[in-house]
């Protein structure tokens, strides 16, 4: 088992920046990829960025591509997702999740509201 949880939400300007936090415990040995995904009010929920955690790829959706970095601290066991220039359409619950080796995402943190909004 993998227990994530997930820090760093909270409200924002747009063209602002915040930094999430995923801090993973339990069998970290198992974790194949880590991604951050999002759900807004209505919206299905979508994958905006990935990183394999032996060699560090990344994905990013497009509509996030130049403005987020997601990155691994191995030592910490913790995943970071970068958001700078953010717009009122990135309002969302943000959540951690991990992927064990040739298995889909099935841990999850508790997520994170993340507000752009003047």
């Known amino acids: 088992q993998v227990q994530l949880v997930e820090s760093g939400g909270g409200l924002v300007q747009p063209g602002g920046s915040l930094r999430l936090s995923c801090a993973a415990s339990?069998?970290?040995?198992?974790?194949?990829?880590m991604g951050w995904f999002r759900q807004a009010p209505g919206k299905e929920r979508e994958r905006v960025a990935q990183?394999?955690?032996?060699?560090?790829?990344?994905y990013y959706v497009a509509a996030v591509k130049g403005r987020f970095t997601i990155s691994r601290d191995n030592a910490k066991n913790t995943v970071y997702l970068e958001m700078n220039k953010l717009k009122p359409e990135d309002t969302a619950v943000y959540y951690c999740?991990?992927?064990?080796?040739?298995?889909?995402?099935?841990?999850w943190g508790q997520g994170t509201q993340v507000t752009v909004s003047s």
């Open positions: 999740a991990a992927a064990p080796i040739s298995q889909p995402y099935n841990y």
């Open positions: 990183i394999n955690w032996s060699d560090g790829s990344t």
């Open positions: 339990g069998s970290i040995f198992s974790i194949n990829v």
